[in-house]
């Protein structure tokens, strides 16, 4: 597939078939992960695929602490922090999906990588590990799109419970949990937005 249609393709998706996942594919998206650009060449990234669905919903659930968001009252409340009319959108349409996607997707892919302790911290430069990850990320979404296989990029805000279950060595941190698989409905073309809205020629004009 050409580079721009697979950009076109890739979109995220919370709802799956319940149908396996090819271990080739999914090798395949992981090594186009590893040929992402990195800080300081180091890619100190490591793969967990939760693939056994006793022990995918026990990390979910257990350690991760994922929950569906089913009440209306508390998602107009969640969204009521927001302005912007489509993330309200978006979170509506996901919030009662958190939990639901990883237990529905045959596989859960937990994305890790080395970073020193936040608190220790002091430039934004010194999360280039975290920046580096989200490039290999992004490579293993496309490269999933392109075998026809479909996922979502959940944050945990505290990944503690997670990486406790998981044996996550110290040292490293968890950039993103990835339920995925072949999609329940054919996803949507992504949308073409006005790049010259935001292209700024020779300083911010
Ligand atoms: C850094 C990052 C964090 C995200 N966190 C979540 C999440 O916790 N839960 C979720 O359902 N979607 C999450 N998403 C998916 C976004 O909602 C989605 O990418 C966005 O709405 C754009 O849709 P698209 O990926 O189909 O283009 C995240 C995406 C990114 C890049």
Not at 12 to 34: C, H, I, N, S, Y
Not at 63 to 80: H, P, Q, S
Request: charged residues 30%; positive net charge; aromatic residues 10%.
């Amino acid at each position: 597939m050409e580079f721009y249609q697979a950009l076109k393709k890739r979109r995220t998706v919370r709802e799956f078939q319940d149908k396996d996942v090819p271990e080739a594919a999914v090798r395949r998206a992981l090594a186009a992960g590893l040929r992402a650009p990195c800080n300081a060449h180091l890619k100190s990234w490591q793969f967990i695929l939760l693939s056994d669905r006793e022990r995918k919903s026990r990390a979910m659930s257990e350690g991760l602490r994922a929950r569906d968001m089913k009440d209306r009252g508390e998602i107009e409340r969640f969204v009521a922090q927001f302005d912007d009319e489509e993330l309200k959108k978006v979170y509506r349409r996901s919030l009662p999906l958190q939990l639901t996607m990883m237990l529905q997707a045959r596989q859960v892919l937990v994305v890790c990588y080395k970073m020193k302790p936040l608190a220790e911290c002091r430039t934004l430069f010194e999360l280039n590990p975290l920046a580096s990850a989200w490039m290999c990320i992004e490579n293993i979404m496309l490269a999933l799109a392109v075998e026809g296989l479909f996922g979502c990029t959940y944050t945990p805000y505290q990944a503690k419970g997670l990486k406790e279950f998981l044996g996550v060595p110290a040292a490293y941190e968890i950039a993103a949990v990835i339920p995925f698989g072949f999609p329940k409905d054919p996803p949507a073309e992504n949308e073409v937005e006005d790049l010259d809205a935001r292209l700024h020629v020779d300083g911010w004009k």
